[in-house]
């Protein structure tokens, strides 16, 4: 017994002096931008804001993330400030998880959090506890409105959504039964993307929408094997409209539907255009995600650094539409957008 | 400590209990110990690297702030970066003036009329930071609690994840129609009870499945793991038409589950203490606590001498389903709501606690306080990475580590164990 005590305790030990160590060395780490820190003195502001995603295994965050560090490092040179991003995401979605990593931020003397909220209800208790300590909330892809947040980012859901249905007519030619593909319906984002779908699809008469059909967990896999499991059921489905990429993620996620069935989707994203090059989706609807990050940090900072908010709670982006005829052009983004140029 | 009177070792004597090396005897000392130090080395790091705290001051109504630059020239808010403030200047309505000087930690919001100064202190050695790990622990320690008793029967239960989540949707369906004014004199007890009652009937289904039907416990914990979640979807969705249910009566949440006390909000860790005291009683100081060991020991001769095996069994799946559901309770009165969502694979983490905590998987050994040091050496892990500054992503590879290292420590403790005979 008094064996295993000791190597226990040899390993805490190990652990104890890992964390010295990491004390001692603590801006050498790969994992948060801790951007001018080379040059930090007592005089230069840090501005320390923590990034949380829905899920670092769903790669639009990822383009999110590289935004989010290119604005601390750019900020860090033009203000003469420290913006350090730390990247606190959950790696399968979960909306405690989120919340408790919201309270660890605070707890930790953050200054501004970015958040893609998994569900609201469940958040905005915390978020309106950070905010009452003084901590700058703004949410980007999916929205808080009553956690008392500084800011909303990103696209209007409902035009998107809408934006989504009136391209998938245009393909379909205005006629014909269409499925509506959402992740998880907790989501306020995604069911107002719906919302969207629905009201712009009551614009064309020969369209019916045969179902909205969700799954969750938000996985590639998951996705793709609903989409294949409705088709097979329901042969009549001639266009599908998707308000996320996810089953998109995946090589041959439409094999037995894109024959049959025209596709539009949301998040253009690298693995998704293969599918527009292939001509299995004729259009891509496209969010601002490395936007996401670079738009949120631009805020936090402005108000911490100057103490200037948004004109409004709401900052809309633009979406970016994507067909055969400028996939290509439209694919070069990502190399920036996801650090490799 | 051990929760098995029968495993108190011949070779230990009484009076050596009584000593300091007594004390490290124990099963617990190892993961006490590993806390400890973890404990330190955050604490060494976090006075090395310590953090900002604001602390809020609102201006009276009335006063006007503007911002001194560097040459003390007055400037409105909003104009100059904070690299070019020196101090903000607020002036009363009867003209007597203030600086708060940013060198002093001063900063202004114009948006909520509210000064912050802010303060260092250690990023891990300060009261709400360890609140908030023994906090985030409760919700996988209390289920281990129950757990534990199923691993020292030899068994397994996949289902605590999805019990927890469809207890806390029940509990938020019936809350949501509670009037908002309800005292938590009532609401209370209302949400508790509901949500014990339903997990208690979902771990009642798995014990009498399991031993009525002769059926490994994991393939029927499995199949209703799956089971309730798709039960956790389905019933909001038909009966709410939505997937997250919020609007209880606040004297649940924030009247007592989420109270704020002493500038903490404790609940959650108050009542994992109470369930762990509980639970180490039960299993330490009972004859039900005996039977739990004797059956895990060799079922066979439990049976022989006497034990009903069947009964006990049930109602340890029982008694563990009932602690997902007042975790699961636990939960949405903490963050004021309940979502489909919840719970998902958190069979794995609280497996992972009691495992920490020193369980044996093949039965017969096992401890509630291991189990409860488990799940705050897991939160304490999720938390260091935090602290450090290390990318969230290891995160799990830190926590498959450290489970697998726990296992073999403990192995290796059996084997030099069986050694000395």
Redesign the interface.
Known sequence: ?????A???A???V??????F???S?SG????T?AGSDQVTE???TYTIGVIAKS?SNPVFMAARTGAVAAGERLSAE???NVDV????P??????VQ??YV???V???IDGIAISV?????L???LESAVA??VIVVTFDSDAPDSGR?AYYGVDDMAAGAEVMRQLAGVMGGEGTVAVLTG???AVNLSNRVKGVEQAAAEFPGITIKDVYNF??ETATEAAAKMAQVQTANPDITGWALVGGWPLYTDNALDGIYETAKIVSMDPLPLPLEYVKKGQVQVLVGQPYFGWGEKSVEMIVEK??????PPSEFVYATFDIVTPDNVDAFGENWKAWLGED | MSDAPSTRKPGVTQGQRRTLGGLFAHQESGLIIVILLMGLGLTIFGALNPVTLPTQQAVEPGATVTVLDKQNAIHPTGVLGRTDISAFRVTDPDGAAQDYRVSDGWWYDSEKFQLSREHTVNAFLNTEKLVLIVKDASFIAIMAVGMTGVIILAGIDLSVGSIYGLAGIVGAMVLTKMPADMSWALAVPIGLLVCIAVGGACGFANGAMSVGLRVHPFVITLGMMAALRGLTLVLPSELFETQSISGFPESFTKGFFKAEILGVEPVPALFMLAVAGAGWFVLSRTVFGRRVFAIGGNETAARYAGIPVARVKILVYTITGALAGLSGCLAIGFYGAGETNAGNAYELRVIAATVIGGASLMGGRGTVIGAVLGAIVIELINNSILILGIDQSYNQIVMGAAIIVAVVVDQTKQRLAAKRG
């Open positions: 017994m008094r064996n295993s005590t190597v226990m305790s390993a805490a030990m652990l104890g002096a890992g964390f010295m990491a004390g001692c603590k780490d790969g994992s948060s801790d005089d230069i502001p670092s203000l003469g400030v730390q990247w606190k995401t790696p399968q979605e979960d909306a405690q919340a408790q309270e660890q931020l707890a930790s003397g998994t569900d609201a209800n469940v905005n208790a915390a300590k003084g500084m998880n319906p907790a969750t967990p911490k650094h100057f103490d200037r908010s």
